[in-house]
């Protein structure tokens, strides 16, 4: 996947900036900022069992959502992250403070996992090309003329 992905990396090209990283929401005010301190230096991919097991053990006061966000993807991080302003954004019912963890990408996908789901199918279609070329040499397509003259005559 890797190397298919640097390989077409042009082909992942965005006009516009995206947010890869996670917003989440918090009960109290200073759960923003200790989030933000325990996530730094972690790796993205132990983030959510990492804040599972420090802020939401016994009850949840964290809620996260993690993926990767467009300007419009989500009113949160339109506010936060993109610095759009004049529009209203709610957080979650009992989670009144909002906060971000993450990095921005400005030209494209940095890992082929930002976007793995679109690497992946478009991998899988190229391969299906390949395979159905190979199998028209292998087995090149006759039409016997005769039956074909037959079929639907009423």
């Known amino acids: ?23 989440f929401y918090c009960k109290n005010a200073k759960d923003v900022n200790a989030v933000k301190k325990a996530t730094k230096g972690l790796s993205e991919d132990k983030w959510i069992g990492f804040i599972r097991d420090k802020f939401n053990k016994d009850s949840v006061t964290v809620k996260m959502d993690k993926r990767l966000f467009a300007k419009g993807d989500n009113r949160i991080a339109d506010k936060l992250i993109f610095k759009i302003k004049g529009q209203e954004a709610k957080t979650p019912a009992g989670y009144p403070y909002a906060g971000f963890v993450g990095r921005m990408l400005k030209k494209g996908p940095a890992k082929w996992t930002d976007i793995s789901q679109k690497v992946i199918q ?16 292998k087995y090149p397509v006759v039409v016997n003329e005769d039956v074909l003259n037959t079929v639907n005559n009423h």
């Open 122 to 137: 478009d991998l899988q279609d190229e391969r299906m090309k390949e395979f159905v070329e190979e199998l028209r040499k």
């Open 1 to 23: 996947m890797d190397r298919y992905f640097r390989q077409n990396k042009k082909k992942y090209a965005w006009d516009k900036p995206h947010f890869y990283g996670m917003v």
